[in-house]
């Protein structure tokens, strides 16, 4: 009998470290997203945004040509009033600019960056086209909205210690000690916990400032051409969220039943 509890704790946490495992993984995978330009950190992004219309629509209602709206160096600096870029990817702890998929520039890494899509949109911009994107956009969506800024800088705090804590999960679960299993389950629910407030909250702000995409050229029926949608960092942030929340039962059940 005792054998077999054993054998049923071991099989137990073995499914346990491998979903903590992925877990992990994925973890590390959201934490890079858009710290350069290489290929990988490139295609993970917690929001995008595309601008790449938004010069046509002003040519459109004001009748007269845009120029010196988009920037034309991909390495030129951002928040330099060196023109927009066509695509805006935003990481935790920077966010990129890009003229394509792939030509593109940072910003530099920050500790909890705030997603602030409006500032680095108007940050890019000369005077002229700053002052008239402020009296388009403000107060028509929540775009603009400080508590984006603020929900994504908690929620940064939030998915570091959940990330720790899966980590934390997952090395003291290779411990065979009935102690350590429970340690294990406890550090899993408090990731579990940590890292679903988070993507909560990186959700509830990326909604918020889709309230853009519906805007129009203020009288005329001409979509404004500013996208906002979520990246790919979500979705995995969002996978990591399942993958600790399946690890649970499994780290319980190992308290229970395995005996060293």
Not at 39 to 67: C, E, F, H, W
Not at 88 to 109: D, E, I, M, Q, V
Not at 199 to 207: P, Y
């Amino acid at each position: 009998m005792i054998q077999q509890y054993k054998l049923r704790g071991e099989i137990c946490i073995g499914f346990a470290s491998l979903f903590s495992f992925a877990a992990v993984m994925l973890l590390i995978f959201v934490h890079v997203g858009q710290i350069n330009t290489s290929s990988v950190p490139r295609g993970i992004a917690m929001a995008k945004m595309n601008v790449s219309q938004y010069g046509q629509t002003l040519a459109q209602g004001l009748g007269d040509p845009i120029t010196g709206l988009y920037a034309t160096n991909a390495s030129a600096p951002l928040k330099r009033e060196a023109g927009i870029r066509r695509l805006y990817k935003f990481g935790l702890y920077s966010y990129c600019g890009y003229l394509n998929n792939t030509a593109g520039t940072c910003t530099n890494t920050t500790i909890a960056n705030e997603y602030q899509p409006y500032d680095a949109l108007l940050a890019d911009m000369s005077l002229n086209y700053s002052a008239l994107t402020i009296y388009i956009i403000n107060g028509t969506s929540s775009f603009e909205s400080q508590s984006i800024a603020n929900h994504t800088r908690s929620a940064y705090y939030l998915i570091l210690i959940g990330t720790i804590c899966a980590f934390l999960a997952l090395v003291i679960g290779v411990v065979k000690h009935t102690l350590a299993f429970l340690a294990s389950a406890c550090f899993a629910i408090l990731a579990t916990a940590f890292v679903l407030t988070g993507a909560s909250l990186w959700t509830s702000a990326i909604n918020s400032s889709e309230s853009v995409n519906g805007l129009i050229l203020n009288t005329t029926s001409i979509p404004l051409g500013i996208k906002v949608s979520s990246g790919s960092g979500l979705s995995l942030l969002w996978a990591a969220v399942a993958c600790l929340f399946a690890s649970l039962v499994p780290y319980l059940i190992s308290c229970c039943t395995f005996r060293g």
